[in-house]
């Protein structure tokens, strides 16, 4: 109830004052927060809206928004739409190789890759994608990203039903999440690690993981303002 309207002011300073950058990944961000909270519809042609403008007027950032909406487009369950996107969008190596300099830009734009690949069931990819993200990440302490990548991971290698493993790295994932304070990917990560614990037989653990990931959702949903029922619906756990 906070974020999304300090962001809409943002760009509306944005536009009197005419600076591209904001105007070209800022409607993403929005988008990503709406999507977020179940708010698909709008979540799209926000971070639409943000491709449209970077591609025109500042393409050298692009890459940002088209990763942004990737996810949004997976988020939503959008496969065809998210790969047709992707398709447009520069590798994440050649933008890390240009625009170096703006970190969260690549750094996006490898966890789209990675989600994109897990959702096409290319599980091997998406573990090498999250695996690079979390070796740059670590080396530049980047780390607004990380407890994604961790995610991604875990959720990768679980697929090949390697709890251990997958258990590893979605802990490492929650540690991290906690240490930033990022509720969005909190929930998210101990949902899978309760899917984890179910797979190896150990129900109690499920539950106990489930019900801490209804206390955050619970936590977010009262902030979600008019989002609120549409967020509950999608994180139904």
Known sequence: DLAIPIMKENIAIAERIGNVTVLGTGPAYVGWAHALLGDFDNAVALATQAVD??????????????????????????????????????DYEAARRRIGFFATAWLMAIIATGELALAEGDVERALDIAGDFVDRADDGDLHFLLPDARLLQGRALAAQARSAEARQALEAG??????????????????????????????????????RAADVVQSIAAHAGELRESFLAQAAL
């Open 53 to 90: 403008y970077s591609a025109n007027n500042f393409p050298l950032i692009a890459v940002m928004s088209q990763a942004i909406l990737v996810r949004v487009l997976l988020m939503k369950g959008d496969l065809q739409a998210a790969a047709e996107v992707f398709a447009q969008m520069e």
């Open 174 to 211: 929650l540690a991290e999440a906690e240490a930033l304070g990022s509720q969005r990917t909190l929930w998210p990560i101990l949902v899978a690690l309760a899917d984890v614990a179910a797979a190896d037989g150990d129900a109690a653990q499920a539950e106990a993981l489930k019900h």
